[in-house]
Each structure stands twice: as C-alpha cells, then as structure tokens.
C-alpha cells in the first residue's frame, strides 16, 4: 500500500506563486519513484503537467513549461511543485500520482484569481 497526501494548494492571485508538496508513505514505495503531477479543471480530462523520474529525470507539459518545477527530497519522501507566475487557467485540483500505478493523491486545489 502507499499512501499519497498533497498539500499547499489555496487562493493566489494572478502571477503569484505557491509550492504544492506530495508527502509518500507506504510498505512498498521506494523513494526514487517516479512521480508525476496531475491537475484537472472543471469541465475537463485530468492531465498530467509535470513528473520527475527516479534518476531525477522531468517533464513539463506545454502549459507550464518555464513557469512549474518539480523537484523531490527523498530523505524527506515527497516531491514538490513550485508554481511561479500562476495564471487564471491554472486553476485546478492537483494530484500527485505514483507513475506506473493507480496510486493517486486526494488532490488540493489550487484557484488563481485575476
């Protein structure tokens, strides 16, 4: 079992920032996981916008690519999302995801208002 809490999400205006942390837990997760984080907005599929591989790899989806970084600190079993210039087409709830699983975080909404 694993066991995913994200945290940090809440109201910002229009080019401000915040920093989403995905805390791990579990028996079988293993702290160079692959973990990718999702968002998905009212109306629409959830999406992935950026993962990080065990070797530290990452990806960024075209939305946010120059804007999100995600990073980890396996000492501490979480990955982090730092969301800098946010826009109002931002807003979503976030998960966290354990890749190559159906392991899902219960999501934290982020609103970015103008």
């Known amino acids: 079992q694993v066991q995913l809490v994200e945290s940090g999400g809440g109201l910002v205006q229009a080019g401000g920032s915040l920093r989403l942390s995905c805390a791990a837990s579990?028996?079988?997760?293993?702290?160079?996981?692959?973990m990718g984080w999702y968002r998905q907005a009212p109306g629409k599929q959830r999406e992935l916008v950026a993962s990080?591989?065990?070797?530290?790899?990452?990806y960024y989806s075209d939305s946010v690519k120059g804007r999100f970084a995600i990073s980890r600190d396996n000492a501490k079993n979480t990955v982090y999302l730092q969301m800098n210039n946010l826009k109002r087409e931002d807003t979503a709830i976030y998960y966290c995801?354990?890749?190559?699983?159906?392991?899902w975080g219960q999501g934290t909404q982020v609103t970015v208002s103008s």
């Open positions: 995801k354990l890749l190559s699983t159906a392991y």
């Open positions: 579990g028996s079988i997760f293993s702290r160079d996981a692959a």
């Open positions: 990080i591989g065990s070797g530290g790899s990452t």
